[in-house]
């Protein structure tokens, strides 16, 4: 069993700035790719950032240059910056984790609200 505890969601004023850890814990195995996803009121989950072991930062268009996804491989800890926030960044985010098995797991997300 893996599990993903999310934290660091909250409100924040436009133009501010969070961060969120996502801990990994069980039986791992090994990271295959470890990213954050949201989710808005009456909208799918979408993709925010990935980051592969060993490959390329995948970031949606909505959030380049304004969040920064990031790996503590020692600790199994996966963070997102973020940045410049907007009110349409309100969402809940999930931490999401694939292995090299291919299995997929997600923690139980957390509230971010950007608003004044």
């Known amino acids: 069993q893996v599990q993903l505890v999310e934290s660091g969601g909250g409100l924040v004023q436009p133009g501010g700035s969070l961060r969120l850890s996502c801990a990994a814990s069980?039986?791992?195995?090994?990271?295959?790719?470890m990213g954050w996803y949201r989710q808005a009121p009456g909208k799918q989950r979408e993709l925010v950032a990935a980051l592969p072991s060993g490959g390329d930062t995948n970031y949606a268009d909505s959030v380049k240059g304004r969040f920064t996804i990031s790996r503590d491989n020692a600790k199994n800890t996966v963070y997102l910056q973020m940045n410049s926030l907007k009110p349409e960044d309100t969402a809940v985010y999930y931490c999401n984790l694939v292995n090299s098995l291919g299995f997929n797991y997600w923690g139980q997300g957390t509230q971010v609200t950007v608003s004044s």
């Open positions: 069980g039986s791992i195995f090994r990271i295959n790719t």
